[in-house]
Structure formats: structure tokens, C-alpha cells
């Protein structure tokens, strides 16, 4: 009875115990059927992700050159170095060869390398031929890392025209700012499978898509142009004692920038430190009422529309009345009979006005739509600003501003379009869209050659008619023989006008200060170049006679030196 009641006890025993072991393994099964076929594909993912990653490959920023190939902005290297104490064998040495390149502290480095640190920072930015040296030590335990970083050559010489790329790697402003996707280029990725260990184990060349090298960019900006204008702007803000300036120098027939200069400046290579005020071009953002170089598109319009003849008289009683307001001459004097480019030459307001209220708004206004005014120019500048240039119809315009208008008051104008809009007279009534790149150079990575695209000239519209080009060229250079004589050139005939503004503010116009400017060509009937010069608020005269023409004239002699033109009596005897 004993016997068969333990044999029945250990039976269920055994049924409980097989039971549980059942159980038990129905679990794993299940488990194993979750993990191997169920979760199998998130599972995968997991451990592909924790051994497999995939990086960036950054691409390699273009550079810009002048038109003569100079470098004006490219990526150089700078190295981070640090080192690891623990790996060090040799800590006396390393720390006098550390020690005297680094610029650091022997005693206390050769104490740190005899430390049981696992990584110590030694220095950051370290110039990239140095860097090259240190990591060619190959010493173990040094660790050198290369940080591409962006280099400006020139320093302050071009830095309004070139902008600067900041630390995201982004350019901002000038040519930096407005090519910046062209110049950054495409970067790539890279699948890097690493072991337990974090070791890379080499993958197959198609998990690696190279990146695409930026665009270089060939300006036309002449380097040597450009120190001649930055130069004279900055002497001629010293003698006059202005605040600040800017000077354009441009081919009138192609629309090609050949300088771009504005002071104050900013160094590139240190924008953080800069001015904040100092980073946007001046020549592009920077507006202001032009003053009498604005007569230059009044007379051409009235020319072209038969309005006016160069010989046709008028009688100026020193004051005339737009729109219920009274507009002066700047001398406040009545000059009676004069002809219309005696009028130019006098730079009478008072016929201006007569000249644009002879047209009317309708037809004024439009000539001055043609010659840009109101709208961008298309400058392959970052940060341009559009002007601003009230139409009739507007809520904000009103009878008077048709007088005033036409002799640039009430009217605001960056430096760019006022050069472009008077270029269309130097180049037969044709306005051409303002360009400083001339080529984009790419390298081909199937040739492995540069393929390079030219930007050809754009003519945007013919804002008057060649003839009226001409004759108005003409009656320019009348101004400046008879009025504008600082900017004379003996042997040359300079076509130009002077532009004294006065400055609005809150409470009108500012009884003193000027901003004065100068615009002229040569040589006038076959022009070579076109310079805008522009000075803001100069103390030692407030008029454009005795400060802007003759800092045009100072930089226009050094250009027909530059490129060769000979005066006008050989030059046509010539031809």
C-alpha cells in the first residue's frame, strides 16, 4: 500500500515537473518565434543601426578670384591639436618640440604629458603649415585634426564685395552671400560598419557618394582697380573729412564691375569682431537722395522725348511752383536766359522742374522706370536694396514731388542703381544688368578637367535712344568743362555731374549737411569706364564741386594710366 502510493507521488511529481518543463519550453519556443520571425526585421534594424552609421561628408567651398586670377577668398586648413598623456613615451621630448611651435608653457606641459590623462586639448586653429608639421612628426599620442576654415587673402581690400562665410559654413553678404549654394556645393555620406570595438571594417566602394566640390568663381573685379579706388576714397574722406564714402568703377558697355568700394571696411577673416553696422555693402543696401546727378536722367528723358533741345533757352527767375510748393535754385539766384545745357552746366533746379512738369507724370515717370529706378538692378550681390521711388497714384505722392523729383530730391537711390541708370547714357541709351562674376569654373569629376561657364552681358532695355545718348553725353561734357572743373583731365573729355543732397530728417532737411557725389565717363565718346563717387557728410566743404569731382579725378587719371588710354588727340588719330 506504502509502495503504491509513493510510486503514485512521484508520478505526479514526475507529470508536474514535465508539466513545468513544458511550460517552460513553450516559453523559450515562443520567444524564439517573437525574436527570430516576428521582431526579425526590427530586431535587424537595431543592430544595423548600432553598427553601421552614416556620416557627412562635407564638400569643399569654392574659391573667388579677380579677374586676374588673383585669390580673393578660399578654404585653408587650420589644425586642432591635442594629445594623449597615457600614450606618451617620451613626455620630455615631446614637450620641447610642443612647447616651442605651440607658443606653450614647457614646465607645465612636461608635467601634463606625465600625467595619466586620456586626452588633453593643447591647441585650436593652429595655421596649416605648422599643423602639417606637427602631424608629420607622427609621434604617437599627438592627435592632430584638420578644420577647414575660410580664408580672405586681402583682408579689408575687397570685403564688401566678397562678404564672408561664417562657422555653419554659410556665406553672407557680397558674393559669398549670393552664390552661396553654387559655392558651397553638394556634400556626401559615407556607411561605416564598425566591429564590438568601435573599429571601422571596410565596406563596399557603392555605400560612398563623394561629395561635389563648390563652384569657383572668377570676378571681374580688377584687384588692382580696386586698390586704386579704395585708395583715393580713402584719402578723399581724410581731406574733406567725410564720415564714410563708397566708390564704383564699372564698364559701361558690358555692365562688368571693376571695383566695388566702400570704407569704413570690416577684415572678413575676423566678421565676428566687426562693426555689425559695417557688414552690409553700402554700394548695393545703402540708399540716399542722389541731388543733381539725378538731372543726368531728367535731361536724357526730356531729350529723348523731344521735350528739350541742348539749344533750346528758357528764362529762369530763381524759383518756380510745383503743386502748390516752391522749388529754388541751390545758389538761390535767377540766372534769366540760359539754354538747356547751360541750364545742365548751372545745375538749375529750377529748369529741371520746368523740364519733368513739361513732360508730365505719366511720361517722367516712365522714362524713370527705364532707367531702373524703383526696382532692383539684379547685381549678383547679396542684400540689394530696391530704392524707393513714389509713383503718381500713391497714397504717399504728391503733385509737388514731380518738380522735385527731377533733380533727385524725394527720390532715394542705392549707389548701384544710380551708376547703372547713368552707364545707359555712356553706352547708347542701353541699360546693361550690373555683374561682378564673369565665370563659374566647376571641376568635371568624370574628366577630372575644369568646366568652365561664362556669364555673358545682359541688356536689360533701352532707356533712351542712342541719339539722345549722345547728344546728352555731349552737353556732360560741357558740365564739366564749364562748372565741374576739378574733375577735368588735360588731354581727355570727362562727361560728368556733380550732386550735392541734403539730407532729410524728422523735422525736414538738415540745414548743413550734404552728401555729396560725382558720376563721369571717359573717354566720353568712347568710354573705357564709368566711376560713382560718393561721400557722405564732409566737413571741409559740403559741395560735390570741391570734394567728389576732384576724388573722381584722382582716381580717373590713375585708370586711364592703368589701362593704357591715351589721350583723345592720339586716340583718334589713331583710329
Not at 45 to 57: F, G, I, N, S, Y
Not at 392 to 399: A, I, L, M, Q, R
Amino acid at each position: 500500500m506504502d509502495t503504491e502510493k509513493t510510486v503514485d507521488l512521484d508520478f505526479r511529481r514526475l507529470t508536474v515537473l514535465g508539466l513545468c518543463l513544458t511550460f517552460g519550453l513553450a516559453i523559450v519556443v515562443a520567444q524564439l518565434i517573437r525574436y527570430q520571425v516576428l521582431m526579425h526585421s526590427d530586431l535587424k534594424q537595431v543592430a544595423e543601426e548600432q553598427r553601421e552609421r552614416t556620416t557627412d561628408l562635407p564638400s569643399v567651398r569654392g574659391y573667388i578670384a579677380d579677374a586676374n586670377g588673383r585669390i580673393l577668398a578660399m578654404n585653408t586648413n587650420r589644425w586642432d591639436i591635442s594629445v594623449s598623456p597615457v600614450l606618451i613615451t617620451d613626455p620630455a621630448y615631446l614637450a620641447s618640440v610642443l612647447a616651442s611651435a605651440l607658443a606653450l608653457d614647457g614646465a607645465r606641459l612636461r608635467v601634463d604629458l606625465r600625467s595619466d590623462k586620456a586626452w588633453l586639448p593643447l591647441a585650436q586653429g593652429v595655421p596649416q603649415k605648422l599643423g602639417e608639421a606637427i602631424a608629420g612628426l607622427q609621434i604617437h599620442g599627438i592627435i592632430c585634426k584638420p578644420q577647414s576654415t575660410r580664408n580672405y587673402p586681402m583682408s579689408d581690400l575687397v570685403s564688401h564685395a566678397t562678404g564672408f562665410v561664417n562657422h555653419t559654413g554659410n556665406g553672407f553678404y557680397g558674393v559669398e552671400g549670393y552664390y552661396n549654394p553654387a559655392l558651397k556645393g553638394l556634400s556626401g555620406t559615407k556607411l561605416i560598419e564598425i566591429d564590438p570595438f568601435g573599429i571601422p571594417i571596410p565596406r563596399p566602394i557603392e555605400d560612398y557618394n563623394p561629395p561635389e566640390p563648390g563652384a569657383n568663381l572668377i570676378l571681374t573685379l580688377d584687384l588692382n582697380i580696386q586698390y586704386i579706388a579704395e585708395t583715393e576714397l580713402s584719402s578723399a574722406i581724410d581731406q574733406f573729412k567725410a564720415e564714410s564714402g563708397t566708390v564704383i568703377v564699372m564698364d559701361p558697355k558690358t555692365g562688368a564691375l571693376l571695383a566695388v568700394a566702400s570704407l569704413p571696411s570690416f577684415d572678413p577673416n575676423q566678421f565676428a569682431s566687426a562693426e555689425p553696422s559695417l557688414l552690409a555693402d553700402p554700394s548695393v543696401s545703402g540708399m540716399w537722395e542722389p541731388g543733381s546727378i539725378f538731372k543726368i536722367m531728367t535731361w536724357g528723358a526730356g531729350l529723348d522725348s523731344g521735350a528739350i533741345t541742348p539749344e533750346m533757352t528758357v528764362f529762369d527767375e530763381g524759383r518756380i511752383e510745383v503743386g502748390g510748393r516752391i522749388i529754388e535754385n541751390s545758389d538761390r539766384k535767377a540766372h534769366g536766359k540760359v539754354s538747356m545745357t547751360e541750364a545742365l552746366a548751372h545745375s538749375l533746379n529750377t529748369v529741371a522742374a520746368y523740364v519733368s512738369t513739361t513732360m508730365g507724370k505719366d511720361q517722367f515717370y516712365n522714362y524713370l522706370r527705364r532707367f531702373g529706378f524703383g526696382n532692383l538692378t539684379g547685381v549678383d550681390l547679396a542684400s540689394e536694396g530696391p530704392g524707393r521711388m513714389k509713383l503718381p497714384g500713391d497714397s504717399d505722392w504728391f503733385p509737388s514731388e514731380l518738380g522735385t523729383n527731377s533733380f533727385g530730391q524725394g527720390i532715394a537711390a542705392t549707389p548701384m542703381q544710380m551708376i547703372t541708370a547713368v552707364a545707359a547714357v555712356a553706352n547708347q541709351g542701353i541699360l546693361m544688368r550690373p555683374h561682378i562674376v564673369q565665370q563659374r569654373v566647376i571641376e568635371d569629376r568624370a574628366s577630372r578637367r575644369p568646366r568652365v561657364t561664362a556669364v555673358e552681358p545682359v541688356a536689360v532695355r533701352a532707356a533712351i535712344s542712342a541719339e539722345a545718348a549722345a547728344t546728352l553725353t555731349d552737353m556732360l561734357v560741357e558740365v564739366v568743362e564749364r562748372e565741374a572743373t576739378k574733375a577735368r583731365i588735360r588731354g581727355y573729355r570727362i562727361a560728368g555731374k556733380t550732386g550735392t543732397a541734403q539730407i532729410p530728417t524728422a523735422v525736414g532737411y538738415h540745414p548743413t549737411d550734404t552728401i555729396v557725389s560725382f558720376v563721369g565717363y571717359a573717354p566720353a565718346d568712347d568710354p573705357v569706364f564709368i566711376i560713382l563717387v560718393k561721400l557722405d557728410r564732409p566737413k571741409a566743404s559740403r559741395w560735390a564741386a570741391h570734394t567728389a569731382a576732384p576724388a573722381f579725378r584722382a582716381i580717373a587719371q590713375r585708370l586711364l594710366v592703368y589701362r593704357q588710354i591715351p589721350p583723345d588727340e592720339i586716340r583718334l588719330a589713331q583710329h
